[in-house]
């Protein structure tokens, strides 16, 4: 049977430390526990659990807002729950939301749909909550929800790039600070064996950084990588990391981040956001692009492959 449907794809990530760390029992117990939870929110908003994949479930809904707010429900739930976990064993939610024509066949499903969401889970970082356009065009106004745009992407198996959109989730987040991700082609799911390395250069500082190598931090403290010395810059001002086979750099300050890439004449600001890095371009630091006194790493990164080192 074919119906038109919204498909959820929500998985746990950090789940080989948490095994590492309590042991296949014990973890085994509580990721099961966690999927059964996240199944139990989305029969609650009037979705049909297909099936749980290990770390991760697989619903449809009819309605395209009760998809948003049980993925919602779910960050949210889970966030409470993290507080009391040790960070050393956290576990957080990251989901994809599609809505197309499903195939449904013995209570399995599959279509285009399923595979979208499916990678846009893949794709999406810890907390984060990634939907096609079909889904905002679906969704009812009145709940106010916030999409932010990360502008055409590229998936596998697609000839062209659709616009995607990151569902704001967190309660009192910051409207006007808006990420937008440009063309994405090396967002699809890496081959294990991919690496990259992204180049630094601030004043007479040049440093090269394997995706090895990430998580790499900027900022003035001791602990930082890369070192900036000014006064505007936190100890820990930003975090670059390599996730999904790309560089994504995440705003840890108080005063903000902006990134310009060449050829652009929009600047993308940063509040405890994140946004992939892509070609080359620049990192403002504490001070926006037009206060030219400002601190500001020009960044660019190039493939490799693990067989060179």
């Not at 990259?196 to 003035?220: D, W």
């Amino acid at each position: 049977m074919v119906v038109q449907a919204t498909v959820v794809f929500a998985d746990l990530t950090g789940s080989t430390a948490f095994f590492e760390a309590l042991g296949n029992e014990k973890a085994t117990r509580a990721v099961t526990r966690l999927t059964q939870w996240i199944s139990d929110v989305c029969l609650a908003h009037h979705g049909r659990v297909v099936k749980k994949l290990g770390d991760g479930v697989l619903a449809v809904f009819a309605d395209a807002s009760n998809a948003t707010n049980a993925v919602i429900a779910i960050q949210r739930g889970h966030q409470l729950r993290l507080l009391k976990w040790p960070s050393s064993i956290r576990m957080e939610v990251k989901a994809g939301i599609a809505r197309g024509e499903v195939v449904e066949v013995d209570g399995d499903c599959y279509g285009d749909a399923v595979n979208v969401a499916s990678r846009l889970s893949d794709l999406s970082g810890g907390n984060q909550i990634w939907v096609t356009e079909s889904v905002v065009d679906e969704v009812d106004e009145t709940l106010g929800l916030r999409f932010l745009s990360l502008g055409p992407v590229s998936l596998r198996g697609r000839s062209e790039p659709i616009p995607l959109y990151k569902l704001e989730w967190q309660e009192g987040a910051v409207t006007e600070f808006v990420t937008m991700q440009a063309s994405l082609a090396e967002m699809e799911r890496p081959d294990t064996h991919a690496m990259g390395k992204i180049h630094l250069i601030y004043l007479n500082t040049s440093r090269s950084f394997l995706s090895s190598e990430m998580p790499v931090h900027l900022g003035r403290g001791d602990q930082a990588e890369f070192f900036i010395d000014d006064p505007r810059v936190s100890r820990l001002h930003a975090r670059i990391e390599w996730r999904n086979g790309a560089f994504f750099l995440t705003d840890l300050s108080s005063f903000g981040t902006w990134v310009r890439f060449a050829g652009s004449d929009t600047d993308v600001p940063l509040r405890r956001d994140d946004c992939q890095l892509h070609a080359t371009g620049e990192i403002a630091l504490g001070m926006p692009f037009n206060d030219v006194s400002g601190p500001t790493v020009h960044f660019t990164f190039s493939p490799t492959h693990s067989s060179f080192y």
